[in-house]
């Protein structure tokens, strides 16, 4: 019985197959209506070719204004004056390339540049996209395309504003230039300096107070990459062949996930009080990171830069010291670079931070691996393979559980024993384990393992 059931079930697929490709071409071939066909309540336009009631235009649609403007009403629109003036609130969208700047003269204006480009090539003397005016023009927002050509400036707004997803090349100085409590994200401003040619101040990115520059590149710039002012914030930013610094930031700002390389000039500089986290910089012509008073630092590397891996020093108003330095590092590396690899000043705290192979042969003044003045802290951190000591400190500074390697001249090097130095372990330096001798005052003496009962806060000396 299980067997004939099968067998049937068996045979009515074969029919089955058998009938598929018949059923398909029993359709007919299937052509469009005729020219006379209607969709009953489908008409886009009346008979007088106005859209009916139930259709919507662009403007319903995507309510703006166009630029170049069809409009005869709208002539600063359509650029006969020589520019696109934008002189009431809304949002306005390119729907071609265009050759002539864009001057903003209202509040609230929103720009889409549609993926198309504001392209100019005669004398490089005007802006590309500008709020600049007497009367102060605020909220102004530009997305979405291209600013090249030999612009003296890119795009330059004033407070509240955006700039997002704009590629920019070749200007003459600032590429985006933004007021106070503004944000550029995501956008890209290139050009063509070479090494070799002459510098200028101007920024590739600038903001003022308490803006706002996320996941932006710089490359190519003949300035400084990245610059923002009081409380200002740069983060997930890479900066890359510029002939001044990489990023510099004003007093209390905050830096962070980002990298600059091969600057004319310093990668990092920051103001007092500001921060910078989970960061790089390489191959810049002077130090890679130069901080002032109060700054705080964790999981940096500055690696083959020509002058110091990290400096941080006291804030100088009209020659007088404005306070101490009191900087702290936590989990920074200086690698290669040609001067000092941590060079502080006074207060300041390393911990778990390494410089290794700091200086270059044949120069006396510089290659320490920290060097450091008055009051500082450094504890769990190395120094190795550097060209002179790998720890100099001058007075009263603590240093504690340190490893010091394989440095040209002392593993430690102390102005006197007023110096905190314990528990740290010294192998295979040039000249000395720590120099003054050890024992007296805040001098540890050197230890070692065999010692029946060594001193708990001896120095392991090899």
Known sequence: MKNALITSLRSASVALILIL?????????????????????????????????????????????HIPSRDPAKPNLDGSLGYYNLNAPGRYY?????TKRI????????????????????????????????????RTKVINGRVRGNWAQGIILSDDSVVSGVDISDTGTFGIKVGKNSQVVDCRVHGTWQVGQAGGPSSAI???????????????????????????????????????????????????????????????????????????????????????????????????????????????????????????????VAQGNDKNG???????????????????????????????????????????????????????????QCSATGNGMNGIQVANDLNIVIRNTLRSNTLAPIQPAPGTGGLAPLVSPSMITPNPFGNFGL
């Not at 052509?31 to 007088?48: K, M, S, V």
């Not at 720009?111 to 504001?118: A, H, K, R, V």
Request: charged share 10%.
């Open 21 to 65: 490709p018949v059923l398909a071409h029993g359709q007919g071939q299937l052509n469009p209506p005729g020219p006379a066909f209607t969709y009953p309540g489908e008409r886009a336009l009346d008979t007088g070719l106005s859209p009916i009631p139930s259709m919507k235009t662009l403007m319903h649609i995507d309510a703006g204004e």
């Open 94 to 98: 390119l729907t071609e390339n265009l």
């Open 103 to 138: 001057v903003v003269s209202s509040d609230n204006v929103t720009i889409d540049l549609g993926g198309f480009e504001i392209n100019y090539v005669g004398p490089g003397v005007y802006t590309a996209i500008t709020t600049a005016g007497l009367i102060p023009v605020n």
């Open 206 to 332: 600038w903001g003022n107070d308490a803006t706002i520059v996320s996941q932006c590149t710089v490359t190519g710039i003949a300035g400084i990459g990245i610059q923002v002012n009081l409380s200002g914030r740069v983060v997930d930013s890479t900066v890359n062949f510029v002939a001044g610094c990489g990023i510099v930031t004003n007093h209390h700002c905050s830096v962070a996930g980002c990298a600059v390389r091969t600057c004319g000039s310093t990668g990092f500089d920051l103001g007092m009080g500001s921060s910078l986290h989970n960061s790089a910089a390489s191959e810049c012509n002077d130090s890679g990171v130069h901080v002032r008073n109060g700054c705080t630092l964790n999981n940096v590397s500055s690696r083959d830069n020509a002058g110091h891996g990290f400096l941080s020093e006291s804030w100088t108003v009209m020659n007088q010291q404005y306070n101490k330095n009191a900087t702290s590092y936590v989990h920074c």
């Open 342 to 400: 941590f060079h502080a000043t006074s207060n300041c705290l390393f911990d778990n931070c390494t410089a290794d192979d700091s200086g270059m042969v044949g120069n006396v003044v510089f290659g320490h691996g920290f060097y450091v003045s008055d009051h500082c802290r450094i504890t769990n951190s190395i120094a190795a393979n550097n060209q002179l000591s790998g720890i100099c400190g001058a007075n009263g500074n603590t240093i504690d």
